[in-house]
């Protein structure tokens, strides 16, 4: 059990570390030849530019004014001071909203640290519960923080009257903030929608599950059913081409002609040599060949393998899929195709909003439709063996954090154990990194899984990363810790102890692990977020990059490696720490002041990040919201359940009833922000489509809305190249369709009306309007 000791060691280590990290990077930032590094955002939009090149050589690498270095801390009110819109404006809707997740967390823990250590601490701390026990329970385990727990209060004690209090007050303090954030979200989302400039998405339906017809190509149906069910505001459509083959040969080109740019590159710093590679896998082993010649062929003989692949690509009919892009003639009418079920099967014609087309994951958009529920299946039982197996590494982070409880199982360790300094590092610091080095990993993995369950949206793939890695903290960080550490702790206690006994031991254990998680939140909310803001990994590759591959300054712009917000890690983390604050603000409130710091000092650091460096691939206009909500939400009744369970192991059963009516309210305020507030993020008003609509008719009434959208929605391997795509659209924007022809034969054996979602008369080949 770590002690106030080991705390304080925890504490000088991370927030040592913190300060390095903070006092590298403000060095570091102000060197010029790492611009590029801390201010890429700027470079990307054209603002900023490569600093002053005149004077000595000196100057081009190391910034010489010392005043600059007076003012190194000028980045802290720097990243304060831009206002709300204009980093909207700046960043966009995803990157702004994702910033008031801290502000969210420090206006919840903030006021409710306050009340806990004015009313709780005092209560829990003179409970006298500990010395109690110790003499029945003789290897009970606890420290001098543990104290301020409510395990430090008895049994049947009126004191825990306090405690239902000030579960009610938190409850409704946290409801209040959560829904005047939801309201204030929202009201940023349509507003930023109305405001916001066109964008090809708004237009665009993904159709999928298109049947086929023995008759017509994938891209004449798809043309004829649109024209027929939408006569009036269908406009053009793109078929989608299964490209993966011929996206990963533009991939691996890409790939050699950087190795060739190396070689090239080193041959020209030493011409009397030419620079040899190997042939085997990563030319660690193989013939000695000349790298330049080796790469030339290479990249010849794949481009002509790649001009082969593209030609079969556009030219072969298996090749095209069963979905499509299809765009409307304005926001009104995608809007109600996008929202509405086109035919009787709602198995067939799918349409949902198409991504934007920097949000789009082709690679998925050949997956059979009728594949994605299997595929989610599989990967959701994937999942719950993946939780499980997750244990082990969680035990041994517990064996680290619980190392006394294994002495006295393992008796020649103890010389070992008791060593001050040796216990104060093992039980204060490494626990905390373990775990985070075991976590490391795990995002990637849960990326792979989501991409096997083939959803075709980058936004998409994150969010479902996103609350897969939440449910993964929750039941192996949160429980898991808890369980095992318990177990591992009271190791004697569970081996004799009856049955009936040991719910009693886990309940006063449980706020016991409050010390775990204070030393997990330094390293990971202090010295972690330190050194997101240091970015040793981009620096080092933007470096490498720039001294073997860059040439011209647009390769330099290409060596910048901006990065993102990696939403499925960071939003999942953000969920951990509300859900210790939640839980552990009635039983072990000393942990708040740990939880404030980190939302203090993350919501410096990340909006100086959204502000300098980060690059949003995608915008989403903040439609994670509701699950941003809904996590919270969990959190906060995982709190209440729990404190209704450490209650029912302190005789006071009296109180279940007050209780359990806090998760039903809860509940019940989940379901009244869903009502209330969701359809905003999954849905579009048809009031301000067509109001929007209006507007840009008005103000823009040359505008050429075909030549906008008709390139918008190509497969990334084929823009710019020599072949085009072709599909059907419309031939006048000005006709309006009475009898679409068809190349359908009669059919006189057939009903009229059984091809699923088109009036069609099967007998005279022609669609009829």
Request: net charge positive.
């Amino acid at each position: 059990m770590a002690t106030v000791s080991d705390i304080t060691v925890s504490a000088a280590i991370n927030s040592l570390s913190a300060l390095l990290f903070l006092v590298a990077f403000a060095i570091l930032r102000l060197q010029p030849i790492n611009d590029r590094v801390y201010f890429p955002k700027w470079y990307l939009k054209g603002i900023r530019e490569n600093p002053s090149t005149s004077g000595p050589l000196v100057k081009h690498f190391v910034n010489l004014d010392l005043r600059m270095y007076l003012r190194f801390l000028n980045w802290v009110p720097a990243a304060l001071r831009m206002p709300e819109p204009e980093l909207i404006d700046h960043a966009g809707l995803d990157s702004a909203v994702y910033i008031r997740i801290y502000l969210l967390g420090l206006k919840i823990f903030v006021p409710v640290a306050l009340l806990a250590f004015g009313v709780l601490l005092p209560v829990n701390y003179t409970g006298g519960n500990f010395q109690t026990m110790s003499a029945s329970m003789k290897d009970l385990t606890y420290g001098e923080i543990d104290k301020f727990s409510i395990s430090n209060v008895p049994p049947a004690s009126k004191r825990l009257a306090a405690h239902i209090l000030m579960a009610y007050v938190f409850t409704f303090w946290t409801c209040y903030v959560l829904y005047k954030e939801y309201k204030h979200v929202t009201d940023m989302r349509l507003h930023f929608l109305a405001s916001q400039s066109r964008r090809p998405d708004q237009f665009t339906v993904l159709v999928r599950n298109v049947p086929s017809d023995p008759d017509e190509s994938v891209s004449e149906h798809v043309d004829h059913f649109f024209r027929v069910n939408h006569p009036d505001q269908y406009f053009l459509h793109k078929v989608v081409h299964n490209a993966n083959k011929l996206a990963k040969m533009v991939e691996q080109k890409k790939d050699l002609q950087n190795r060739l740019i190396y070689y090239t590159n080193k041959h020209e710093r030493k011409p009397t040599k030419r620079p040899t590679t190997k042939t085997g896998f990563w030319a660690l082993w193989g013939q000695k060949i000349d790298a330049i010649d080796y790469y030339t062929a290479e990249i010849e003989k794949l481009s002509k393998e790649e001009l082969a692949e593209r030609e079969r690509v556009i030219d072969d009919p298996k090749s095209v899929l069963p979905a499509a892009f299809v765009s409307f003639r304005s926001r009104w009418g995608a809007a109600v195709c996008a929202q509405t079920q086109q035919t009787r099967n709602p198995t067939r014609w799918l349409t949902d909003w198409a991504p934007e087309p920097r949000d789009i994951y082709w690679n998925n958009l050949a997956i059979p439709f009728v594949e994605l529920n299997l595929r989610k299946l599989i990967m959701a039982v994937a999942l719950f063996g993946l939780t499980f197996c997750f244990m082990i590494p969680i035990a041994i982070v517990q064996t680290l954090a619980n190392i006394e409880s294994i002495g006295k199982v393992l008796p020649f360790l103890k010389p070992l154990i008791n060593t001050r300094s040796v216990k104060s590092f093992i039980q204060g610091f490494l626990p905390g990194i373990v775990l985070k080095i075991f976590l490391l990993i795990l995002p990637m993995i849960l990326m792979e899984m989501s991409k096997i369950e083939g959803y075709v949206a980058f936004s998409a793939l994150e969010a479902r990363s996103a609350g897969k890695y939440h449910l993964f903290l929750l039941v192996n960080v949160f429980f898991g810790s808890i369980v095992t550490g318990t177990a591992l702790q009271q190791l004697k206690e569970f081996l004799k102890q009856s049955a009936s006994k040991i719910p009693e031991t886990v309940g006063v254990s449980i706020p016991m692990k409050a010390t775990f998680f204070i030393t997990y939140i330094m390293v990971d909310g202090w010295a972690g977020v330190a050194a997101e803001i240091l970015r040793v990994g981009p620096l080092v590759i933007y470096h490498l990059k720039n001294v073997f591959l860059v040439k011209t300054e647009k390769d330099r712009d290409e060596a910048m490696d901006p990065g993102s917000l990696l939403w499925p890690i960071t939003e999942p983390r953000l969920q951990l720490y509300f859900l210790l604050g939640l839980v552990y603000s009635t039983v072990t409130p000393i942990l708040l002041p740990f939880i404030i710091v980190f939302f203090a000092f993350a919501y410096l650091v990340f909006r100086h990040q959204v502000i300098n460096v980060y690059h949003q691939k995608y915008e989403s206009a903040a439609s994670y919201w509701p699950g941003v909500h809904r996590r919270i939400l969990i959190g906060l009744m995982i709190s209440q359940i729990t404190l209704l369970g450490l209650l029912s192991t302190k005789e006071a059963t009296n109180s279940t009833p007050f209780l359990v009516a806090l998760p039903i309210l809860t509940l019940w305020f989940h379901r009244f922000c869903k009502n209330r507030f969701e359809s905003a993020f999954r849905k579009f008003p048809l009031q301000d489509a067509m109001i929007k609509d209006t507007l840009e008719r008005a103000t823009e009434p040359q505008f050429d809305l075909k030549a906008y959208l008709k390139d918008a929605y190509i497969h990334p391997v084929f823009k710019g190249g020599e072949t085009e795509l072709m599909d059907v659209d419309d031939e006048d924007d000005d006709d309006h369709f009475n009898l679409v022809p068809t190349k359908r034969n009669s059919r006189r054996g057939s009903q009229p009306g059984t091809q699923e979602g088109s009036p069609e008369d099967h007998r005279t080949g022609i669609y009829v309007v």
